[in-house]
């Protein structure tokens, strides 16, 4: 079965709109975090926000924020006031606490293509 | 400046060849993972290690192979048994086990294409 699931693999947005990019992911354990990156065309994966099955607040970092639904398991990006620059693929990824190994599982990823 | 050095960024290999990329990183980090990524698709995971002289399988191990001799140094080989190698090939690193919620680094990738 799929850990992390995305199932939007492109999507659209006008230039200062606001867009989400969804994601589930799956697991057991009590104690995990969950993570986007950010792949330009360039190939180089950027590290964007960050949370924590603990945290009680969403996390938020300037344009980005993650709407986390813990009951439902979806851990989903909000980029507000989208730029051209915001163009790029975009990975969801979970590390689990029970992970002996420490690694990232990542899902097939999210194009967002935007507008001017 | 800190961070992960991957070379070389673009790599021909002729079939039936072994090829090595190196992976570079001064984070001080203990954890360090090779990645492949097809086009279009997520990342999947070949090698990691948590440990200079330990390293495991990840989830498509098969015709590649690592060291890890030093802390910094991570590299992978490709090995000619893989049989279909040309993609796109990424090295990450973390803090390790103790800091399990802290984000991993990635380097710039190097792109190998079999010709």
């Known amino acids: 079965a799929q850990k992390i699931t995305q199932t939007q693999p492109g999507m659209f947005v006008q230039e200062k709109e606001a867009v989400t990019l969804d994601c589930t992911y799956d697991?057991?354990?009590?104690?995990?975090?969950l993570f986007w990156y950010k792949q330009p065309s360039s190939g180089e994966m950027i590290f964007l926000i960050y949370?924590?099955?603990?945290?009680?607040q969403n996390a938020t970092e300037g344009r980005y924020s993650l709407n986390f639904q813990k009951a439902r398991k979806s851990a989903n990006l909000v980029i507000s006031a989208s730029q051209l620059g915001d163009s790029a693929m975009y990975f969801c990824a979970m590390r689990e606490g029970n992970n002996a190994g420490n690694m990232l599982t990542f899902g097939g990823g999210t194009r967002l293509m935007v507008k001017p | 400046d800190g961070g992960i050095t991957q070379s070389p960024k673009y790599l021909f290999r002729k079939e039936g060849q072994n090829v090595t990329l190196s992976c570079e990183q001064n984070l001080n980090h203990d954890a360090m993972y090779w990645y492949r990524q097809d086009p279009g698709q997520g990342l999947r995971l070949i090698y990691y290690?948590?440990?200079?002289?330990?390293?495991q399988k990840g989830d498509i191990a098969e015709g590649y192979s690592v060291s890890r001799e030093k802390k910094e140094s991570f590299p992978l080989t490709v090995t000619s048994a893989q049989k279909n190698p040309t993609a796109f090939y990424l090295c990450a690193s973390s803090m390790g086990p103790l800091s399990p919620y802290t984000e991993a680094f990635f380097g710039q990738g190097t792109r190998l294409t079999v010709v």
């Open positions: 290690s948590q440990i200079v002289n330990d390293f």
């Open positions: 697991t057991s354990d009590q104690s995990y975090g």
């Open positions: 949370q924590g099955s603990y945290d009680e």
